[in-house]
């Protein structure tokens, strides 16, 4: 399965070969852990001075909250309960990588965690 994974600029710097795109791929029966850790695997995030850049990985709604200082991404979310949801384009999964400069990375997670995006 393909991955289309786009990202945010970290400075004015980074903007001059924006837009931030990438083509990689996860196995056919894929787990949300395969797509951020393909993303963290293919070196695409750009490393901050100071070492403490946040990340979090979307495609359709919240995957994963990634930091420069962690070894593994933060899940947010089980395949079971969004692959319907999954911004897919046919065999393709378009995921977008926001970036949130050096918040720490678990107010991140939790303030994503307990987002909701459809009414109750």
Do not use: F
């Amino acid at each position: 399965m393909k991955l289309y994974v786009t990202r945010e600029s970290v400075c004015a710097g980074d903007d001059v070969d924006a837009p931030h795109q990438i083509t990689l791929s996860v196995p056919d029966k894929y787990t949300l852990e395969d797509i951020a850790r393909a993303i963290q695997r293919a070196g695409y995030l750009p490393t901050i001075q100071g070492g403490k850049a946040t990340w979090s990985v979307v495609s359709g709604v919240p995957i994963a909250v990634m930091a420069q200082q962690w070894s593994e991404p933060k899940m947010l979310t089980s395949l079971d309960l969004v692959r319907k949801e999954l911004d897919l384009s046919g065999s393709t999964i378009r995921v977008h990588v926001n970036y949130h400069a050096q918040i720490d990375p678990d107010i991140v997670y939790e303030i994503l965690w307990g987002l909701r995006l459809k009414a109750i």
